[in-house]
T-cell receptor, first 111, second 114 residues
Framework: DQQVKQNSPSLSVQEGRISILNCDYT??????FLWYKKYPAEGPTFLIS?????DKNEDGRFTVFLNKSAKHLSLHIVPSQPGDSAVYFC??????????FGKGTMLLVSP | DTAVSQTPKYLVTQMGNDKSIKCEQN?????MYWYKQDSKKFLKIMFS???????INETVPNRFSPKSPDKAHLNLHINSLELGDSAVYFC?????????????FGSGTRLTVV
């Protein structure tokens, strides 16, 4: 029962271009969404979040968009850099519950 | 001065053995978690403790027993290890049981049961 789905296991982008990572969810009660970044042999690190009362949150090169009607969120990275190459996890929570994670999307940014 | 540290980083053991994974956080957080990342790459919550009290216990075999001696430590003990227990186990902490500020994760413990 995957409540948070990241259907693209991998994404390749050239340096300087935009990376768009997608995430879908099935639980309409989710009201808080986060993106985590994970390098090999390290734990996930928090990147950016958005609450359900917003449809966009921006932090430097990273922007998260939320479409509640479609139960879809996306992470945009502009411009992409080789150091952005990592696995990106989408996560969601309902109220004060713990985070539910997707399977992750591996982003490869080539020079 | 790692914020959330787990030991050991790698653990290879035989079926039937009992093993422990330790976790410590120096962030002053009140809440700690254990997540399991299995072969399908999902990160699934196992346990959550707030101020040493168990607040979440997902459907996990009772061979897994968490212990929190104080709010800075959350250890995971596994009895009678099985092949299916092979996974990466991540410890995490947060300010409180909400998700509002995100979690800080340790670097993981790769457990291999042979």
């Amino acid at each position: 029962d995957q409540q948070v789905k990241q259907n693209s296991p991998s994404l390749s982008v050239q340096e300087g271009r935009i990376s768009i990572l997608n995430c879908d969810y099935t639980n309409s009660m989710f009201d808080y969404f986060l993106w985590y970044k994970k390098y090999p042999a390290e734990g996930p690190t928090f990147l950016i979040s958005i609450s359900s009362i917003k449809d966009k949150n921006e932090d430097g090169r990273f922007t998260v968009f939320l479409n509640k009607s479609a139960k879809h969120l996306s992470l945009h990275i502009v411009p992409s850099q080789p150091g952005d190459s990592a696995v990106y996890f989408c996560a969601a929570s309902e109220g004060y519950s713990t985070l539910t994670f997707g399977k992750g999307t591996m982003l490869l940014v080539s020079p | 001065d790692t914020a959330v540290s787990q030991t050991p980083k790698y653990l290879v053991t035989q079926m039937g053995n009992d093993k422990s994974i330790k976790c410590e956080q120096n962030l002053g957080h009140d809440t700690m978690y254990w997540y399991k990342q299995d072969s399908k790459k999902f990160l699934k919550i196992m346990f959550s403790y707030n101020n040493k009290e168990l607040i979440i216990n997902e459907t996990v075999p009772n061979r897994f027993s968490p212990k929190s001696p104080d709010k800075a430590h959350l250890n995971l003990h596994i009895n009678s290890l099985e092949l299916g227990d092979s996974a990466v186990y991540f410890c995490a902490s947060s300010h409180d049981p909400t998700s509002l500020y995100g979690y800080t994760f340790g670097s993981g413990t790769r457990l291999t049961v042979v």
